[in-house]
Structures are given as C-alpha cells and as structure tokens.
T-cell receptor
Framework: NAGVTQTPKFRILKIGQSMTLQCTQD?????MYWYRQDPGMGLKLIYY???????DKGEVPNGYNVSRSTTEDFPLRLELAAPSQTSVYFC???????????????FGAGTRLSVL | AQKVTQAQTEISVVEKEDVTLDCVYE???????LFWYKQPPSGELVFLIR??????QNEISGRYSWNFQKSTSSFNFTITASQVVDSAVYFC???????????FGRGTSLIVHP
C-alpha cells in the first residue's frame, strides 16, 4: 500500500523556470491538498480538491496551478519560479465518509524545492 | 475565523523526562475536530490522534496521552518517559464541522537528548 506518493523528492530550479510536482494516491480518497512548509511557519494550504474535476484556492495560491483529472492524481504546477517559492511541498489526501466525519490526512514524503 | 496556537516553538528535554506540548484553539463552532500529527526528521507527517468536540474523554496510547479541555480550548499532548525517537516536530490541527480544510498550528519542535 503506497499511500501518497510525491515526485521528485528534491529539485533545484532557476528563476523563471517551470516545473510540475507530481502527487498520486492509491487510497481512493476524494480530498487532496497541496501545502508548503516554510521554517517555523507550519503548513500553508496552496490548493485543494474535493474530487476529480474540482479544485479551489487555499491560503497561498499565487504562482501555482493545479488540476485534478483523476481521483488518484493531483499535480502542482509552478510557473515562472521565484526565490519565494523555495520551500518544502507536501501533498495530502483524506476521505470524508458520508456522515461527514472529518478523517485523517495522509501525507506524502514531501518535495524539497530550491529556486536560485 | 478559527485559529490554532502552539506557543512552544522548541522544547528540549533529556531522555526519560515527561514533556507536554500545548495546543490552544479558537473557534465559535460547536462541532469541530482536533488532530495531532508528528513530523520526524525524515519529513513525512504522520497522524497521531483525532478527537471530536463532543468527546472530552482523555486518551492514552502507550507513552502518549492527550488532554482535551473545552473549558480552556486546549488539546494538550503529553509524552511520558520521552525517548530519542520522539524527537520531531509536532503539529496540532483543527477542522470545523462544516469544512474539510484543516487549520494547522505552527508546530513544536521536540528535541530529546540521550
């Protein structure tokens, strides 16, 4: 059971370059999330999705884009990378049962991104 | 708006000491869910516990225990007889009953020295 898989684990970008951070989950979870973690700042939500074809902005969406064409995949796109996007990125998924009891978030191992 | 405060940025203890990590939350909702996650040096966040607002019963799991008090809006986490493997960043989180977006605290870094 792989859970949430993120690739790549590390990446160095030059200013202005673009890249896609991949995220796949095999738990058939309907909710997926992208966070960034900066030192001492906790987790900030970038984008989230409540199901295939539905995405919405979180707290810090500027400079990022997402898509959710399938239940399993939720890639995060960085366009025109900037030094401010240097961070650790985490993808997570969760399942909310029909009774709307909020379930656990399962996290990927993270992608450490440096923009130089 | 809801808020989660983890006032302790970093805690340093010696192995076998007991340690309590504080979590204070703010919300006007009556239905909500509280969580603790552990982030070891490897980086991946791991779920520890979930508690809903209607269940104030404290919980113990091995060396871990959680004290949920609605009167003080706190959900504190105690590690008894700490071990080096407990060294990690611990996050407290809140999800409101009508939402699916968690609010995380900034985390508490626990360092357990041998």
């Amino acid at each position: 059971n792989a859970g949430v898989t993120q690739t790549p684990k590390f990446r160095i970008l030059k200013i202005g370059q673009s890249m896609t951070l991949q995220c796949t989950q095999d738990m058939n979870h309907n909710y997926m999330y992208w966070y960034r973690q900066d030192p001492g700042m906790g987790l900030k939500l970038i984008y989230y999705s409540v199901g295939a074809g539905i995405t919405d902005k979180g707290e810090v969406p500027n400079g990022y884009n997402v898509s959710r064409s399938t239940t399993e995949d939720f890639p995060l796109r960085l366009e025109l990378a900037a030094p401010s996007q240097t961070s650790v990125y985490f993808c997570a998924s969760s399942y909310t049962d029909p009774g709307q009891i909020k379930n656990i978030q399962y996290f990927g191992a993270g992608t450490r991104l440096s923009v130089l | 708006a809801q808020k989660v405060t983890q006032a302790q940025t970093e805690i340093s203890v010696v192995e076998k000491e007991d340690v309590t990590l504080d979590c204070v939350y703010e919300t006007r909702d009556t239905t909500y869910y509280l969580f603790w996650y552990k982030q070891p040096p490897s980086g991946e966040l791991v779920f520890l516990i979930r508690r809903n607002s209607f269940d104030e019963q404290n919980e113990i799991s091995g060396r871990y225990s959680w004290n949920f008090q609605k009167s003080t809006s706190s959900f504190n986490f105690t590690i008894t007889a700490s071990q080096v493997v407990d060294s990690a960043v611990y996050f407290c989180a809140l999800i409101l009953g009508g939402s699916y977006i968690p609010t995380f605290g900034r985390g508490t870094s626990l360092i357990v020295h041998p």
